[in-house]
């Protein structure tokens, strides 16, 4: 008789997170796995909640977690999900955040112009299979919805996925923000199957009801935070202005691999290896040696980053003044010596939109004991109604002070 492969992961969040598949730790081994514990979870948000510096490993290993509870209890009340298409979710959700680069969404499309991270996670995922002689093809599948069973996807990619309940969890923990704490493990003993869809018992409505508005906290007070919300701008300035640089012909100092990723047009599928080399590191090392660069204006955004002497940032309601905003235009060039044509570097503005329910996206629906569904906005004294599924939209601007 074979001994049970086990291993376990102390996790600060959860405790013991267990790995009960050789391939599921083969996959944890990979170098392009092992590449997450050097990105940050949440960017620049440490620069605002100094302890949130938990990586995109943390917040994989805690989603795999809160899969392997979910598949438990949906077994558990007689739903199909054979041992493959349990191993294949398992490696599906490990697996969704792998296509990230350096600092996650602060430079989604920035690095790599016009790539989400979702293709290169699926880019990631197909040359794995091929590693591993076709063993991630269900994975993939299930991951991209191509199979029959539409639950095991949305457990991995919904408005109720254990993705979403993990960052919130793991975020609030890791921020000290009490107001994204959410009832997870309860909401995972409500989850039911019903004609192959993902839908909560009646009993967990409340729980619901109480993750969709800690996310929507969370979002105001941690992710469009306006200091990490000009923090990581600031960032994105830094790159568009060292892409601008080089692009003239310039040399900057930077590793290997972030140099071919700063260059144009640089086809991903040609360099997956190179960008799976790819991480925080890179980008900050970089940016500390671009303060000393003769370029003022990179050298004077990249000093605002290391020195933490942010850009401010003003969020409201309305759009701002067009005169307000041109007395600090040429305020900056005046104080700066640099032409109103660069001045986009030091004052830009923009939008930041939070939705707290889609029901267009992937809805979440209710199954109630008399076997009627209802979406969770349709409930009787809904809290989740008409007026929190509209998007909120603040106007932003940062400038140098």
């Known amino acids: 008789m074979t001994e049970r492969f086990r291993k376990i992961i102390n996790d600060p969040v959860y405790g013991f997170i267990t790995i009960d598949h050789p391939l599921v730790l083969k996959i944890i081994a990979h170098p392009y796995y092992q590449r997450l514990r050097r990105i940050h979870q949440m960017a620049f948000a440490h620069l605002v909640y100094p302890g949130a510096v938990h990586t995109r490993l943390h917040h994989s290993l805690g989603a795999y977690h809160l899969m392997c509870n979910a598949l438990y209890e949906l077994k558990s009340k007689g739903v199909d999900i054979t041992p493959d298409e349990e191993v294949a979710a398992k490696i599906a959700i490990l697996l969704h955040d792998v ?223 067009p005169a307000w905003v041109q007395e600090q235009r040429n305020r900056i060039c005046a104080q700066l010596n640099i032409s109103e044509a660069d001045c986009h570097y030091f004052l830009f503005s923009g939008e930041a939109v939070n939705t707290t329910y889609d029901p267009h996206e992937e809805r979440i629906n209710i199954l109630f004991k008399d076997g009627s569904v209802k979406g969770i906005s349709q409930v009787d004294n809904a809290l989740i109604h008409q007026a929190l599924a509209s998007p909120v939209k603040k106007y932003y601007i940062c400038y140098l002070k």
């Open 99 to 321: 296509g990230h680069g350096p600092f996650s969404h602060a430079l989604e499309n920035k690095l790599i112009s016009g790539v989400h991270h979702e293709s290169i996670s699926i880019l990631i995922m197909h040359t794995l299979n091929k590693e591993l002689d076709g063993q991630l093809q269900l994975a993939i599948d299930i991951f991209t919805n191509q199979y029959h069973k539409p639950f095991l996807h949305q457990l991995i990619s919904g408005q109720l996925d254990v993705d979403r309940m993990d960052y919130l969890t793991r975020d609030s923990f890791f921020t000290g923000v009490s107001e994204g704490v959410i009832g997870y493990d309860r909401i995972i003993k409500m989850l039911t199957v019903h004609n192959g869809e993902l839908m909560v018992e009646e009993k967990g409505i409340y729980s619901i009801e109480k993750f969709l508005v800690s996310r929507r906290l969370m979002y105001w007070q941690v992710y469009l935070h306006k200091t990490v919300l000009g923090a990581e701008k600031l960032t994105v300035k830094i790159i568009e202005r060292a892409k601008e640089l080089i692009a003239r012909g310039e040399k900057l100092a930077a590793s290997p691999v972030l140099d071919l990723f700063l260059q144009q047009h640089v086809p991903i599928e040609q360099h997956l290896d190179k960008f799976c080399l790819l991480d925080d590191v890179d980008v900050m090392a970089a940016i500390k040696n671009w303060v000393f660069h003769s370029d003022v204006i990179l050298s004077t955004l990249c000093s605002c980053l290391v020195q933490r002497r942010l850009l401010k940032v003003k969020l409201q309601a309305e759009p701002f003044d």
